[in-house]
């Protein structure tokens, strides 16, 4: 059970990440990024954003950067310990 949620994590830090990074490549493809990116984009975006969303309307404005995903990070990494923790 334990290794189970430490794999769930573990996606879901892989989706953050892939989420952050593509918030800045997409942009920089121009007006028509190429479809597996978008539809890549699109699937991270639907994967994180029920967890992003809520913290992102919660934390107080810092001039557009979005914290979100630094925050689940942290959180993720202390749930991580509990449950390695409980072995």
Do not use: K, Y
């Amino acid at each position: 059970m334990v290794a189970l949620i430490n794999l769930l994590l573990t996606l879901f830090t892989i989706a953050i990440f892939a989420r952050v990074i593509l918030s800045f490549v997409v942009p920089m493809m121009g007006p028509r990024p190429h479809p597996i990116i978008i539809s890549i984009n699109t699937l991270v975006n639907q994967v994180t954003e029920p967890v992003l969303g809520p913290i992102r309307r919660n934390l107080p404005s810092f001039g557009g950067f979005d914290f979100s995903p630094m925050a689940v990070l942290i959180v993720i990494i202390l749930l991580r310990e509990f449950v390695v923790s409980r072995l």
